[in-house]
């Protein structure tokens, strides 16, 4: 597999995101544990507040500031995209469906599929609402 | 977390965001189109490597290092959720239901799949 140019700020700015997105889900699960029959809220909030500020930076970023090489590697892909997880959704359904709570497990997927959909449609509304500033 | 854990999920945070980018890069190179298979395949792969591990009843601080800090770095709904959004607004409806869907359905058929592999193992 060919690989894209690299450009090696960008990739440091990526890590850095990494680094701050895993440590806030991952203390953010520590605080708040759960077990198989009850709802993540961990995993929940952090996908939620991770929806929203894609939303916000991208829409930001690509329709009001002026281009810039590192704000979205380092905010969208580094920080959202590592606060956020898809693993952790499927493990948490999977487990409530091996214990057998089937309501439970079609409203998590329900509620984190229509949540991080309005997440990301809200923040940007809330951008585009804004006038442009150069 | 004692100190160790906590860098341990920081360094593996930042790889995984790494290699979540690279081989979305790679992919969307490939397969240039409307449709975000990039992280699609990403989200699956990582779904299915979080199975294998929960199958072999991985646990405590190795857990939350590898799974925690490296594969929940790796895999993104923010940007599942921001694709399929935009999807939308373009008014590709079809490829919107597509994706939302097909993520759903195959990323658990992923990670209900490494789990029996991990398990087997």
């Known amino acids: 597999m060919r690989l894209p140019r690299l450009d090696r700020r960008e990739l440091a700015a990526i890590y850095a995101g990494g680094v701050l997105g895993a440590l806030a889900r991952v203390e953010l699960a520590e605080l708040a544990p759960h077990g198989a029959a009850s709802w993540p809220w961990a995993t929940f909030a952090a996908n939620m507040a991770g929806a929203l500020l894609l939303g916000y930076f991208v829409t930001r970023l690509q329709e009001r500031l002026p281009p810039s090489s590192y704000r979205r590697p380092l905010l969208g892909t580094g920080l959202c995209g590592a606060l956020t997880t898809f693993a952790a959704v499927q493990l948490e359904l999977f487990e409530m469906f091996d214990s057998g709570q089937l309501g439970l497990a079609v409203g998590y997927a329900a509620a984190t599929l229509a949540g991080g959909f309005v997440c990301v449609h809200v923040a940007t509304a809330a951008v585009r609402r804004t006038r442009l500033v150069r | 977390m004692n100190a160790a854990v906590w860098i341990a999920v920081a360094m593996l945070g930042g790889v995984g965001a790494l290699a979540r980018f690279l081989f979305d890069a790679a992919l969307a190179e490939r397969a240039a189109g409307p449709f975000p298979v990039g992280t699609l395949a990403v989200n699956l792969s990582g779904a299915a490597a979080l199975g294998l591990l929960?199958?072999?009843?991985?646990?405590?601080?190795?857990?939350?290092?590898?799974?925690?800090?490296?594969?929940?770095?790796?895999?993104?709904?923010?940007?599942?959720?921001?694709?399929?959004?935009?999807?939308?607004?373009?008014?590709?409806?079809?490829?919107?239901?597509?994706?939302?869907?097909?993520?759903?359905?195959a990323g658990l058929a992923a990670l209900t799949l490494g789990h029996w592999l991990g398990a087997v193992l």
């Open chain 2, 54 to 105: 929960a199958g072999a009843a991985l646990h405590g601080a190795t857990l939350t290092i590898v799974a925690g800090g490296g594969l929940g770095s790796y895999t993104t709904f923010s940007t599942w959720m921001f694709e399929s959004q935009r999807l939308g607004e373009a008014g590709r409806a079809t490829l919107l239901w597509l994706n939302v869907g097909l993520s759903l359905l």
